[in-house]
């Protein structure tokens, strides 16, 4: 199965921050993967600190527990040197399937296996400031070699559509995927990025079967937008409009189960929203990556119904990334810069790709305000 990724994540490599084993989310354990964990303990391979399984009636189909987590929020099999001694004792192949494969996202169709990341691991979250990669997707990743990375498969699944009714075909999904990416690479700025795409989807929503192709539909998309003097946010980059982006962070805040509630969710203040903005120029090609990365192997693009729906879906990590950013930016009292911008990628992925509820954003973004003709966010 061919495999695809963006070029600034084909190079990723565990470099053992042990940020995913100190949080304190549920790792379900498989019954194979429990199998081999506890010969290992049995035998004297591997050695937690103390019992590492919490077993339970409630369990999902599949699920034999749930690895046990210190008072500090760190896995029990979380070494003082962070490395984690089932994969030191055992070997890689040994893990949970979420320990394996985490912070690697597939999505597995047609065309093969796409991989982007969840950048609420900062070796990810780094990445997305590299400047000397180019923003693009790639094949054959050198850091993703063909195996089963589980994920969302849509093997079976109709393409994406373009809107209700009318279907992209893998083709006319795959030029979609590299116009995106285009654009993010090229626009001068993520919030004129997400303009420009708007626009493409605008473009493309009377596009009728029988005459020119969707994928030549596409190809007459604009990649850049001519810059209109007056706006500053297309000259500076400038983080999106406040209200805009608070208003699809408090969208995907209100999908978050109770249970995974925070107190520190709460929106910044002026500021924050002042520091962040001062920042803003110096990592803007960061957050556009961010936005390609939730562009490619976007699960919307399957489980909504038209460009739309994938719009908002990569219209809200702009948003939410703001949010964080002015927040971060609020708590250090200091302009954003690389180490603030990584924190804040971090809880901004934390929000989307782990907290909230995944059926639910999506049914929030079909029914949402991000339609082509939107003049936001600028
Ligand atoms: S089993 Fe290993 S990789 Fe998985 S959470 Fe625990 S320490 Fe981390």
Redesign the pocket.
């Known amino acids: 199965m061919p495999v695809r990724s963006l070029a600034l994540h084909a190079g990723y490599q565990c470099a053992h921050s ?1 940020a ?3 949080t304190p989310w549920d ?1 379900p354990v498989e019954a194979r993967a429990h199998q081999v ?1 506890a010969a290992g303990l049995a035998s004297g391979q591997v050695r937690p600190a103390t019992d ?1 399984f919490r077993r339970g009636p409630d369990l999902p189909a599949g699920v034999v527990a749930i ?1 046990r987590r210190g008072a500090d929020g ?6 003082a040197d962070r ?5 030191r004792g055992l070997g890689a192949s040994a ?2 399937a ?3 494969i ?1 912070p690697r996202i597939a999505l597995t169709d047609g065309r093969g296996t796409s991989i982007t990341l969840s950048h609420y691991c900062p070796t990810a979250a780094r990445l997305l400031l590299r400047t000397d990669l180019p923003l693009a997707i790639m094949d054959a990743p050198p850091a993703f070699p063909p195996a089963d990375y589980e994920g969302l498969d849509a093997t079976e699944a109709w393409p994406p559509t373009l809107r209700p009714g009318v279907l992209m075909g893998l083709d006319g999904h795959a030029a979609w995927e590299h116009h995106a990416v285009a654009v993010l690479a090229q626009a001068p700025s993520a919030v004129s990025a997400l303009a420009t795409l708007r626009r493409s989807v605008a473009q493309l929503m009377s596009w009728q079967p029988g005459g020119a192709s969707l994928v030549e539909a596409i190809a007459a998309c604009a990649v850049t937008d001519e810059l209109p003097s007056a706006s500053p946010a297309f000259t500076t980059p400038q983080p999106p409009a406040r209200a805009w982006a608070q208003a699809r962070y408090v969208a995907a805040l209100a999908t978050v189960p109770d249970a995974l509630r925070d107190v520190s969710d709460d929106l910044p203040g002026d500021e924050g929203w002042r520091l962040a903005g001062e920042g803003w120029p110096r990592v803007d090609h960061g957050a556009r990556a961010y936005v390609a990365a939730h562009a490619f192997a976007n699960w919307t693009a399957y489980q909504g119904d038209g460009l739309r729906v994938w719009l908002a879906s990569v219209a809200a990590p702009l948003g939410v990334l703001a949010v964080t950013a002015a927040r971060h930016c609020h708590l250090a009292n200091r302009p954003l810069d690389d180490d603030l911008f990584v924190e804040a990628i971090r809880q901004a992925d934390l929000l989307l790709r782990h907290r909230a509820s995944r059926e639910a954003l999506v049914a929030g973004w079909t029914a949402g305000s991000d339609a082509p003709n939107e003049t936001g966010p600028v």
Not at 74 to 79: E, G, Y
Not at 83 to 87: E, G, I, R, Y
């Open positions: 042990g995913c084993c100190r790792v964990m590492p690895l760190a896995c029990t099999f979380l070494d490395l984690c001694a089932v994969h893990l949970p979420t320990c394996r985490f």
